[in-house]
């Protein structure tokens, strides 16, 4: 969920910054605009609905707060906003993403976003790493200096990263 | 042709210089902590050093960890990264280079989902789809099996013979020391040998170099 998925549909091959400025529009448009919109691109896309079912908890019971608190159309809108999210994040390379955004927030800015996505799984890896050491070392609860040490190899790792991106870039 | 001439970078390089000719293969060797990723990394201009580096063309770094270098979603869009040219000129680029380097059935791939020698063969890829006049690789063999290993050899057989400048550093000298033109050892971020490959294979102390050393040089090419 919230992750790019390859394909050929029209939504996956149109422009990535046309695709964002629609998803801010869509995103003021009352429910009966957007949510049918939505719908029918996350059919054309066949977004798998069902792999994501399991994953999304968390919007249902936020989705459901809001219903009680605030009314079913909230609700809706809510629901709107979510999948639109889905929509672009499935249909849309990051890459592309970040390559379309150069011409308008300069190359620094592309080159960022970059490497803030190549560093997400790094993280991921080096936090779950860091956790099992500690555990092979006998560390029963992982407590005191584990976001430091993460911390420590992320910096190093980030400034490798951007060592290598400036070889690249040049 | 480069020419490094007196480069020093803190206390890590002490008054570097050596002359690397065009199409050679040079091999920089010497003690694990003795200054050869810090030397490459000073050539490439990416560490700020005192001292000059001259090169007639382009000069491009293959990272020791390939991960750091692989910026792409997929083999492809790593491939044609930074490509300066037109979308058609960008396929055709980045097609010759996949066959090239045996990538050619991977391009849809993820790089995360390839092994470690295919890793490492999308990062020597990466640059040489830029065509450098000089190629510095930076300990190519680590964490590399046997047929990771042949892979990346036959790799730079195929680039000498092409008549590209490669500059390798590594510390498994036998693996490559019969491709190698000139060789550079370094001690305590000093050279402390240096010349032609033959010269030096006879005449250096590979134990006190920290390289273990077996055999003749022409057997030396780890086929």
């Known amino acids: 969920m919230f992750s790019y998925r390859p394909s050929k549909s029209f939504v ?14 869509f995103a003021f448009c009352p429910w009966y605009v957007s949510l049918p919109v939505m719908v029918a691109l996350a059919i054309a896309i066949k977004l798998p609905v069902q792999n994501y079912l399991r994953n999304s908890i968390f919007f249902f019971i936020l989705g459901a707060l809001i ?3 605030n009314g079913w159309q909230d609700a809706l809108e809510f629901v709107s906003i979510i999948l639109s999210g889905m929509i672009l994040t499935d249909s849309t390379d990051p890459e592309d993403l970040a390559h379309s955004l150069k011409p308008i927030l300069g ?17 991921m890896e080096t936090a779950s790493q860091a956790r099992l050491a500690r555990k092979a070392r006998g560390e029963r609860f992982i407590g005191k200096g584990y976001l430091t040490s993460i911390m420590q190899i992320l910096l190093d790792k980030a400034d490798e990263y951007s060592l290598a991106y400036r070889c690249r870039m040049e | 042709m480069l020419e490094v001439n007196g480069l020093c970078y803190k206390n890590i390089l002490h008054n570097i210089s050596f002359t690397v000719p065009d199409g050679s293969f040079t091999m920089i060797a010497g003690r694990n902590g003795s200054g050869k990723s810090c030397l490459l990394r000073c050539i490439k201009g990416l560490y700020p050093h005192s001292g000059h580096v ?24 790593d491939l044609s990264f930074g490509l300066k040219c037109s979308k058609e000129e960008v396929t055709v680029k980045v097609h010759a280079i996949a066959e090239e380097f045996g990538l050619d059935k991977l391009l849809e791939r993820r790089p995360s989902t390839l092994s470690g020698g295919e890793k490492r063969r999308l990062a020597i890829a990466d640059v040489a789809i830029t065509g ?23 790799l730079l057989q195929n680039l000498k013979r092409k008549g590209t400048t490669v500059i390798m550093v590594s510390h498994e000298v036998e693996k490559v020391l019969a491709l190698s033109d000139q060789i550079i050892i370094l001690d305590q971020g000093a ?21 273990r050393v077996t055999g003749k040089r022409e057997d030396m090419l780890w086929l």
Not at chain 1, 108 to 119: C, N, V
Not at chain 2, 194 to 210: I, L, P, R
Request: net charge negative; glycine share 6%.
């Open chain 1, 12 to 25: 996956h091959r149109a422009n990535p910054i046309l695709k964002l400025i629609l998803l801010f529009g």
């Open chain 1, 67 to 69: 219903w009680v608190s």
């Open chain 1, 107 to 123: 190359e620094t800015f592309s080159l960022g976003i970059s490497i803030t996505l190549a560093m997400l799984p790094v993280t």
């Open chain 2, 54 to 77: 001259t090169c007639s063309g382009s000069c491009a770094l293959v990272f020791q960890d390939a991960d750091t270098q692989i910026i792409g979603q997929t083999v492809e869009r």
């Open chain 2, 132 to 154: 450098p006049d000089v190629l510095m690789l930076d300990e190519p063999f680590a964490n590399l099996d046997y047929p990771g290993i042949k892979s990346v050899i036959e």
């Open chain 2, 191 to 211: 050279i402390k040998m240096q010349g032609d490959a033959d010269e030096v294979f006879s005449k250096a102390d590979w134990s006190d170099a920290g390289i």
